[in-house]
């Protein structure tokens, strides 16, 4: 059987995983500047199997323009030019059968904007995300004070404890965001 503690615990767990994905998912949108980020999560189909490029090559930035991907086997050159020619990326990798280098066009304001909607979006469906676990922890407490598994005292000062918590990832989500809005403002 849960204790309050335990329901607490989760919750703060779950949160934690949500905030940590939506840091992930924010770092592979493109800001305007080269960032291994962009690409080294894209699956890229190597060795009879699919795998991500990361797995499959070095990739480096040598300035803010340019994503650089030297592969550990030649021969996976043409399969990470396709795979990243026919992502929604917006990026046009150029190979010399060595090497595969991806130029990043500076970003058009019509561009940040586009991409400032998508962010808005990541952040937005996070926040929901962290309210539903704060409803399903909250939903658990009521239940063990139903059950007489603990007082009204001890479900209000739990329940304001979900509150803080909440507080505390939602201004986390907050900094991502305004950090990545900065970025691409000023990328």
Do not use: W
Not at 27 to 49: F, K, N, T, W
Not at 71 to 86: Q, R
Not at 154 to 167: A, C, E, P, T
Not at 170 to 176: G, L
């Amino acid at each position: 059987m849960e204790t309050g503690r335990e329901a607490l615990n989760s919750a703060k767990d779950k949160m934690t995983i949500t905030v940590r994905k939506i840091a992930e998912e924010l770092s592979h949108i493109r800001a305007g500047r080269a960032s291994v980020g962009l690409v080294d999560h894209v699956m890229v189909d190597a060795y009879e199997d699919r795998m991500p490029l990361r797995n499959i090559a070095n990739i480096t930035t040598p300035d803010a323009s340019t994503i650089l991907i030297v592969p550990y086997d030649k021969s996976s050159i043409k399969s990470i030019e396709k795979t990243l020619s026919g992502q929604e990326l917006g990026l046009n990798p150029v190979s010399d059968g060595n090497v595969v280098r991806i130029s990043i066009p500076p970003l058009t304001e019509e561009r940040r904007k586009e991409i400032l909607k998508v962010v808005n979006k990541v952040v937005e469906d996070g926040k929901v995300a962290l309210r539903n676990i704060r409803r399903e922890c909250n939903e658990s407490l009521k239940k063990l004070e139903k059950n007489k598994e603990m007082g009204e005292d001890d479900l209000r000062h739990l329940s304001g404890d979900v509150d803080k918590l909440l507080d505390g990832k939602m201004k986390e989500i907050e900094d991502f965001f305004n950090k990545k809005e900065k970025e691409i403002l000023e990328g």
